[in-house]
């Protein structure tokens, strides 16, 4: 099994920052992509941004020169850092990493999620 144990969330004004940090652990073989999705009450969840293990990157429009997705091999970690921070940008905030299981000598693919932060952007 792989785990993701995620953190950083909280409440923030508006224009502020946040940096939200994403560990995984377990029975990992190798990491191909970490990302970063959103979900609000009643939208489905959407790709907030993504890293690959070459460490090419790709940010919804939204977000796009506000926050800054990186990725630290050496921790199977990923961090989303968010600067100007606006009200929309309020929703649970889940880590999704996919790569190789290494339970058996097959390597099956794996995709796992966190269990999500809370971001709340508000005066």
């Known amino acids: 099994q792989v785990r993701l144990v995620e953190s950083g969330g909280g409440l923030v004004q508006p224009g502020g920052s946040l940096r939200l940090s994403c560990a995984a652990s377990?029975?990992?073989?190798?990491?191909?992509?970490m990302g970063w999705y959103r979900q609000v009450p009643g939208k489905q969840r959407e790709l907030v941004a993504r890293i690959t293990s070459g460490g090419n990157t790709i940010y919804a429009d939204s977000v796009k020169g506000r926050f800054t997705i990186s990725r630290d091999n050496a921790r199977n970690t990923v961090y989303l850092q968010m600067k100007s921070l606006k009200p929309e940008d309020t929703a649970v905030y889940y880590c999704?990493?996919?790569?190789?299981?290494?339970?058996?000598?097959?390597?099956?693919?794996?995709?796992?999620w966190g269990q999500g932060t809370q971001v709340t952007v508000s005066s």
């Open positions: 377990g029975s990992i073989f190798s990491i191909n992509a």
């Open positions: 999704n990493v996919e790569g190789r299981d290494r339970t058996t000598i097959y390597r099956p693919a794996f995709s796992s």
